[in-house]
């Protein structure tokens, strides 16, 4: 990083709908920041918030770090193509595993990579606002935590990513340091290939149980109900967790009919690659 005590920072993709979310966030920061948008939806939205875009010619210049809110297929090419025009100690933060895990990252030793993403607002919270009971994301009005690593650089690099990452997505609780490695088995395996697909699932159960006849409000009233009571004793969150000896009953028979036996294969790295592959295809 530069010797400046406040880091200039490029957001790549800063009109679209990460980049807003990301430019209101920094905007309340002292860090400097040069707005790159290409697409010309992007950039009105940015003049509609009062935010001028820089050159992209021009944007690089003197960089400490460069943060890409672009799709995850673009990230490998895009890295590749302002690669050459940042400084040497320049740090690139990218806001997903995906193409980090895949090797879509420039091949330039002197170039600091550092990878972080949002929890996402707990399940469990004592947020007594309702705007931040409301805000699901995260980043706006409700806490959350933040999963980290630095893939490449000394470890003052991850000093200066863990910064911008928590002003970012602030406001931010704890800041948990992973490898990259660790991060792709957060997402996408546990977050979207198990739990998004278990949510999807439940989705379809209130559907499925409105089709029968039950009132559908009555569904999720029940469902949403029962999901915040489970979680707590699934994670022994409260004192005393403990399923029924009725719904360990349940499970125990629903098993066989939800899940197959070797479910959890889709966290073998081969299995990993391949979804992480799948996500930078272009």
């Known amino acids: 990083m530069s010797d400046s005590p406040i880091p ?3 957001l790549m993709g800063a009109g679209g709908k990460m980049g807003l ?3 209101a966030n920094l905007a309340r920061t002292a860090y400097p920041v040069r707005h790159v948008e290409v697409s010309e939806r992007g950039r009105e939205a940015l003049a509609a918030r009062g935010i001028s875009v820089v050159d992209q010619e021009t ?3 003197g960089a400490d770090a460069v943060i890409l809110a672009i799709p995850d297929k673009l990230i490998g090419p895009v890295s590749h193509q302002i690669a050459p025009r940042l400084r040497s100690g320049a740090l690139l933060v990218v806001l997903d595993a995906a193409a980090p895990h ?3 990252m420039p091949d330039r030793d002197d170039l600091s990579i550092f990878v ?3 929890c996402h607002p707990p399940v469990i919270h004592d947020e007594t606002a309702p705007e931040a009971q409301l805000d699901f994301f995260g980043g706006v009005h409700a806490r959350q935590h933040i999963v980290c690593a630095l893939m490449r650089g000394p470890e003052e690099a991850y000093t200066a990513g863990e910064a911008i990452a928590r002003a970012i997505f602030a406001p931010v609780m704890r800041a948990h340091r992973c490898t990259v490695e660790q991060m792709a088995i957060l997402e996408p395996v ?5 739990a998004a697909t278990c949510m999807m699932v439940m989705r379809e159960a209130v559907d499925e149980a409105e089709r029968r006849g039950v009132p559908r409000q009555a569904a ?4 949403i109900g029962h999901l915040k009571v489970e979680i707590g004793i699934a994670f022994e969150l409260f004192e005393g967790a403990r399923f029924s000896d ?3 009953q349940a499970i125990e028979r629903a098993k066989v009919d939800l899940f197959q036996p070797d479910w959890k294969k889709v966290f073998e790295p081969d299995a990993v690659r391949a979804s992480v592959a799948s996500i930078v295809a272009r």
């Open 59 to 61: 944007a690089f210049d």
């Open 246 to 248: 009725g719904a360990l």
């Open 8 to 10: 200039s920072i490029v």
């Open 220 to 223: 999720l009233d029940f469902l």
């Open 102 to 104: 895949a090797g879509e």
């Open 190 to 194: 546990l977050s979207e290939t198990v």
């Open 116 to 118: 972080t993403h949002p």
């Open 21 to 23: 979310r990301l430019s």
